[in-house]
């Protein structure tokens, strides 16, 4: 579906950003794997947590939809059935990520998981090394790529050096730790989003970290009874570049998730010199099991020019062709480097940022790592494709709304996979 965004005269208004992916897909798959109900409260309807939903339900968990909530009776951690057929993971990288290190521990029991054509472009050798040292059995098409299929059996524990920053690997090795004999120990490159090390440790399993090292002890079962979920980081990052970018604009948007593993992008942003207000976490050198949120104050104002480092990268991965899109307006060059993880997410985002981006009369460059863009105070606007893939649907939308000419998306209805009502929101934001 095509949809063409107009410049707009000034977003203003209250609203909450959608229930955070990550954070939904989560508490859906431990509680798949707890031993007594779980009820999760404003769960995320969108088609990649609801591709987790229907995952769950193929392994044996009772999933219950009451409005916002959803409950969830799992198997416990042993216990998943074998399904009839292949898993469909859909769009969602997480999920083919995530669920594998469950499924490891499914002793004798086998699972192919497949998806969309998106997916079938994601590696998943580097989930497919650890769980192999741990004892499981892995086969991919072409040794890295979906149909996966996992053979279970008895895990040991391991000591892990991650070669990515990336918390999809980290939860998948954290996550069949959890069955595994002895204590298991994943260390990062640099850090990434913590929000599975937190449910763990709200769910009693003995977790701690020391730096970049993080540490789980086996467990006999998960207790979590209850997860909230805060709104989502990353789809408020759409929200905030709107509010920034386009003059006269005053956005007040609440409940949103302010772990500081998220957070890398409101940051780089206050970096710019634009005004984002809120209650953001500062790094804390313990675990924590909490989510904080907080409500964000977002107003128009001028913008200078930044540059994103490797550290950085992890903690606003989802939001970097964002920071490309405020560098064409900012004054001065902005510079990505170090983020070479975002040609693998769900299209080429650094040839599709680049690309898109250029076509809409920006001056930007891509390199082997990132990209390099000059401000030219704007954009003139144009068509962009979003490739299949949401975040640049959202993006295209956005620089649309902040053009002088306006934007036509291609491929719109891709926002479905993390935000179905971003349309109407911008539309209510606009009016
Ligand atoms: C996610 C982690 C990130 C991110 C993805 C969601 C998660 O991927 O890009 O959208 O929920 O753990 P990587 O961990 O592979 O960088």
């Given at each position: 579906m095509n ?18 992916k ?24 969108a088609a990649d ?40 993971v859909g769009n969602a990288g997480t999920l083919l990520r ?17 998806g969309d054509e998106s997916i079938r472009r994601r590696p998943v ?19 890295r790529f979906a ?19 990336s918390?999809q ?65 990353s789809s408020?990052a759409f ?74 990268v992890?903690?606003a991965i989802d939001e970097l062709p964002l920071v490309a899109l ?10 990505v480097?170090?983020a070479q993880e975002l040609r693998v997410k769900e299209s080429d985002r650094i040839a599709g940022a680049v690309e898109g981006l250029r076509g809409l009369?920006a001056?930007i460059?891509a390199t082997q790592d990132g990209f ?11 068509t962009i494709d979003a490739r299949g893939d949401h975040r640049m649907a959202m993006m295209g939308a956005i620089a ?7 934007v036509?998306v291609v491929g719109m209805e891709a926002a479905t996979v993390s935000y179905?009502?971003f ?9």
């Open positions: 949809r063409r965004f107009e410049p707009a005269r000034g977003l203003t208004g209250e609203l909450r950003a959608p229930p955070d990550s954070i939904s897909h989560r508490a859906a798959l431990l509680g798949a794997m707890a031993s007594e109900p779980v009820r999760i409260e404003r769960y995320l309807h947590t609801d591709s987790t939903l229907e995952a769950v339900r193929a392994l044996g968990a009772l999933v219950e939809l009451r409005g916002e909530e959803v409950v969830v009776r799992g198997t416990g951690l042993r216990e998943a059935r074998e399904p009839d057929g292949p898993i469909d995530l669920l594998p290190g469950w499924l490891a521990a499914q002793e004798g029991r086998s699972f192919t998981l497949d050798d580097r989930i497919a090394e650890p769980l192999r040292l741990m004892g499981a059995q892995l086969s991919a098409r072409n040794g149909p996966l299929t996992v053979r279970g059996s008895h895990l040991r524990a391991i000591s892990y050096d991650l070669s990515v920053a918390a690997v980290k939860s998948c090795v954290l996550l069949a730790a959890l069955a595994a004999d002895g204590a298991t120990t994943v260390s990062e490159p640099a850090r990434s989003r913590d929000h599975t090390e937190r449910m763990l440790l709200r769910a009693g399993v003995g977790i701690h970290r020391n730096g970049r090292r993080v540490t789980v002890v086996n467990a006999d079962e998960l207790l979590l009874d209850s997860v909230r979920i805060p709104g989502d980081a408020a929200l905030i570049t709107a509010g920034v970018l386009v003059p006269h604009s005053r956005l007040l948007i609440g409940d949103v998730g302010v772990n500081w593993t998220r957070t890398g992008f409101m940051r780089i942003v206050r970096r710019m010199q634009g005004i984002v207000l809120g209650d953001l976490e500062d790094e804390t050198g313990e675990l924590i099991g909490d989510e904080p949120v907080s409500d964000l104050d977002v107003a128009y104002g001028a913008l200078e020019g930044t540059v994103v480092e490797a550290d950085e992890p903690l405020l560098g064409c307006f900012a004054e001065g060059e902005t510079i480097r170090g009369g001056e460059e390099a863009v000059r401000g030219t105070g704007g954009l003139r606007g144009g649309g709304l902040a053009s002088r000419e306006g036509e179905p009502q349309v109407e929101d911008l539309a209510g934001l606009c009016s």
